[in-house]
């Protein structure tokens, strides 16, 4: 069912666009068919969820970080990502950077921007 879902997606989108498969919730083996149906980018929000995942998957997909990311956890995000979506703060970016740097990795991010200064959002 998650291969035919994940094909028909895929002949859906315009040329160019990109799909992030979102893990919340779905085990190992799950992303394994959505990436052996074509899925190319895999969208986790936890760190510790896409450690788990990432034993089995490996890089046999991109892995982006979708969810907030702690500061405390960004060396075993740096380890797991290609890409993470969720910079809210300098420090995070600094951390980041940090780690990275030690790594010998260079890690696109997306920085979150409060423009409407809701307190509670982050960025």
């Known amino acids: ?3 035919d879902q994940v094909k028909k997606l895929l002949e ?8 992030v498969g979102a893990a919340k919730t779905r085990t190992p083996d799950e992303i394994l068919e959505a990436i052996e149906a074509g899925l190319e980018i895999v ?9 788990k995942a990432f034993e089995k998957v490996g890089h046999r997909a991109k ?8 500061t405390n956890k960004v060396k075993k995000a740096v380890a797991v990502f290609d890409m993470i ?7 995070l ?11 010998g990795k260079v890690m696109p991010v ?9 307190a509670q959002k982050s960025g």
């Open 1 to 3: 069912m998650i291969r």
């Open 12 to 19: 859906e989108l315009p040329e160019g666009v990109l799909l």
């Open 63 to 70: 892995w982006h970080m979708i969810g907030h990311l702690q």
């Open 85 to 91: 979506e969720t910079v809210g703060s300098m420090k």
């Open 110 to 118: 997306l920085i979150e921007i409060n423009s409407g200064e809701e």
């Open 43 to 51: 969208g986790e929000n936890y760190v510790q969820e896409a450690e």
């Open 93 to 103: 970016a600094g951390e980041i950077d940090k780690t990275c740097a030690k790594a």
